[in-house]
């Protein structure tokens, strides 16, 4: 496939309508989510992309249920060491974005454990965005900048160098699964020009298939940044 994006962003949206239609708990669709988490990993590292970025668990999922979200976070907790695997197994390198103190100890540490025994690797980047919300990681960002104590006008490069994502590209795709059509507080700085592409497949069905689709469909458009050709 020619013109791969080299940062592909995903919202994995629909666990719960996944399970729910099939008749099993909320808790089943996270699970298979999980696990697809890996098929799709190992596929776009196939594929050529040299950023994938995940969006997990956003700080607006705090709001659901005490059995949801303790569910969440064991699997997650699960998925990591899976993680750590794969990833040495497939020369990846993980980073993680979004406010991890607001993690438990435990989960917190795993997830500095799996960044630094990761960071030789060279091949596809991983980030998975935990805890994470647009408009928080723009305040953090901005309160860092203050307490550089950096003098002189803000210019836009200089201020990206304090969000999460410095030193990555910006995302060329945005996918966003399960038919909602919306960035929810999803890197929104980023994704300003950023093409994206709305599917109505729930996240656990997801394929390798859909997402050469999806690039597919992002390798047909004519990206001008605003320009004219």
């Not at 607006?60 to 569910?71: A, G, I, L, Q």
């Not at 103190?101 to 997830?111: F, M, R, V, Y």
């Not at 309160?143 to 995302?171: H, K, M």
Request: net charge negative.
């Amino acid at each position: 496939m020619e013109n791969i994006p080299a940062h592909v962003a995903i919202i994995l949206d629909g666990n719960g309508r996944w399970a729910k239609k099939r008749g099993l708990p909320r808790t089943a669709g996270h699970a298979a989510g999980a696990k697809n988490v890996e098929t799709i990993t190992i596929a776009a590292s196939n594929l050529g992309i040299r950023y994938l970025t995940l969006y997990a668990f956003s700080t607006e999922n705090w709001k659901r249920s005490v059995e949801e979200v303790s569910t969440i976070m064991s699997l997650l907790a699960k998925y990591l060491l899976r993680c750590r695997d794969l990833a040495m197994e497939n020369n990846i390198r993980v980073t993680f974005i979004g406010d991890l103190s607001g993690l438990d100890e435990k989960l917190h540490a795993t997830c500095d454990s799996v960044r630094e025994e990761t960071a030789g690797n060279t091949g596809m980047t991983l980030t998975i965005a935990l805890n994470y919300g647009g408009r928080d990681e723009i305040v953090r960002a901005l309160n860092r900048l203050l307490a550089s104590g950096e003098r002189g006008p803000v210019t836009e490069e200089g201020f990206a160098s304090y969000l999460d994502t410095a030193g990555q590209p910006y995302p060329d795709l945005m996918i966003r699964t399960s038919g909602e059509e919306r960035i929810s507080n999803f890197l929104p700085w980023q994704l300003c020009y950023s093409e994206f592409y709305f599917t109505d497949t729930a996240w656990p069905d997801f394929s390798p298939e859909e997402l050469e689709k999806a690039c597919e469909a992002y390798a047909s458009r004519d990206r001008r940044f605003g320009g004219v050709k």
